[in-house]
Structure formats: C-alpha cells, structure tokens
C-alpha cells in the first residue's frame, strides 16, 4: 500500500490538473459562443450561394469563358484541404480527420497517391505535423489560418486553390472537416471545391428557376463564381472552428468529472492509509506496554 506521502502528492496533483481542466472548458465554453454565433449566421447565405452556383452550373456555360469551374477532367491531380485544429485536449476531433483523409485516398485516390500526385493542403498545425510525417506533398502555405481566421485571409487561400485548378495543376479539390452539429457532435464531411458540381436534381431547377442577368452573364459570373466559393470554403473553417470549441468543451468536461472520480478513490486510499497508519501506532504502543507489565 501507497504511503500518505505519495498518496497526498497525488491528490495535490489530481487537484491542480482539474483546475487546469475546469478553466479550459470555460475559455473553450467562451469561444464556442462566438464561433457558434458567427457559423450560424454565415450558414444561410452560404448554403443559398452554393444553391444559386449549382443552378447556374446546371445550365448550359459551353459558350462562357468562366465554365472554368465547372470542368470536370481526368482525376491524374488531386489536392485534399485537411481543416484541423493548432492545439489539442480536444478528444477525437484531429484523429477523425486524419482517418477522413487517409480513407478518402484509400477508396478514391489510392492509384493517384501511388504515382505521388496527391497534395495535402493542411489548415490547423496539427494536420500539418501529422502529415508531414507521411510521404504526400504538402502546401504549408496556409496551415496557420486559425491564428488569424478571418473572411480576407480566407479569401487568399480560395484565391490560391481557383488559380491553381484553373491552372491545370490540380485536377480536383476536396475539403475535408468537422462540421459543427451541436456541443458533443460533429460531423465529419468531405466536400469536392472544385470542380463545382451541378445540383442533384438539375433538370427540375432548370425548368423553375429563371435567373435574369444584369448587366450581362458572363460579367455577373466573373463576380459570383469566386465569391460563392470563398463562403464555401470560410463556412467550412467557421464550422470547424466551432467544433474544434465543442469539442474541447466537451474533452475537459469529462476530464474535470473523471478527476472528481480520481479524487474519490484517492481521498478514501489516504483515509485507510492513515487509519491503517494510526492502528498500527496503536497496536505498537499496546505491545509495548503489554511488555512493560511482564517485565
């Protein structure tokens, strides 16, 4: 059995790590209001932008010069934006993207790896260490976007990745993250960026909805394309950021509780220790006198 000395050092440690702990979910509980604010605001105008864009994609563009985000080419390049976190004590949230990725070149992009034509765009430092680590070619250009999230520096990045495919240097582009639901659930999506795929259900928008041009097509698509693509690549950090909030909130939740479980177990193990200590005093001091009495 533990003497009272190591079990009291480590209920003085137990209780500093829960402190640790329990200030970590209120500045994470803190963040997560904000990053939620902000993600459910954006939602709605992002998710009607992507509608609009996939309308228009479904139309006929062969005579427009900007179908450029629309084409869709033989898959011999692929680049894969991996949204992480910079930090971790956030459960499961870095491993579940770092399995998305590895399993979406598995099953799609397997033959495209092995050829060492698979790029990992990481956003997050820990993506970036993780991948760094494995033979894949990375672009770190944009791994520290969280130190400074904002719709501008994201605009860099969506300029960086519509260049690059217009370019022809990659072929396709996907996004892979954590898609905020609520404090305890995220949801791992994998998204394709480019090129832009057409609604699921193009024939039926087709008939109904008649968008009017002013002042022409091609000038409002200039302006419309890359927009709606930057919201889509911004909601997709807003939502990883509020998951990243969420489930830190949520790891040291728990961790605060299984501390108090800790300390539970300690607090009794120190409680019989120093009875066991103090009977065994007892006894020693009735044996003596028990001694004394023969004598």
């Known amino acids: ?43 709605p105008f992002a998710q009607k932008l992507s509608s609009i864009l996939q309308n228009i994609s479904s139309a006929q563009t062969d005579n427009l010069s900007d179908a ?16 992480s976190s910079d930090r971790g004590l956030c459960g499961s949230f870095n491993s579940n993207i770092f399995k998305g990725v590895l399993k979406l070149i598995a099953d799609k992009y397997q033959a495209q790896f092995d050829k060492g034509n698979v790029t990992i765009l990481p956003v ?17 250009d944009y791994s520290s976007m969280f130190s400074h999230l904002s719709f501008e520096e994201t605009s860099k990045m969506g300029e960086f990745l519509m260049n690059e495919f217009k370019a022809g240097r990659y072929d396709k ?27 699921s ?14 002042p022409d097509r091609g000038e409002i698509l200039t302006g419309l394309i890359p927009k709606s693509l930057k919201v889509q690549l911004f909601k997709a950090l807003l939502d990883s950021n509020a998951s ?22 300690l607090k009794l193990t120190y409680n019989r220790t120093r009875q ?9 001091i009735v044996a003596g006198a028990e001694a004394l009495k023969s004598a």
């Open 1 to 43: 059995m533990a003497n009272l000395k190591e079990v009291k050092g480590r209920i003085t440690s137990v209780m500093s790590t829960q402190q640790i702990t329990k200030a970590m979910k209120m500045v994470a509980a803190a963040k997560l209001r904000k990053s939620q604010d902000r993600i459910t605001q954006m939602r």
């Open 68 to 83: 450029w985000y629309s084409q869709v080419r033989e898959e011999k390049k692929v680049l894969i934006v991996a949204v």
């Open 124 to 140: 997050g430092r820990k993506a970036s260490e993780f991948f760094a680590k494995r033979k894949v070619g990375l672009v770190t």
């Open 173 to 199: 582009i996907e996004i892979v993250y954590n898609e905020f639901k609520n404090v305890a659930t995220q949801i791992l999506r994998t998204e394709q960026f480019l090129p832009v795929l057409p609604s």
């Open 201 to 214: 259900d193009a024939g039926k928008k087709s008939t109904e909805i008649d968008y009017i041009y002013q």
């Open 244 to 265: 990243e909030n969420g489930a830190r909130m949520t790891a040291m939740d728990k961790a605060t509780e299984n501390a108090g479980e800790l300390l539970k177990e």
């Open 276 to 284: 066991a200590a103090i009977t065994k005093e007892i006894l020693e």
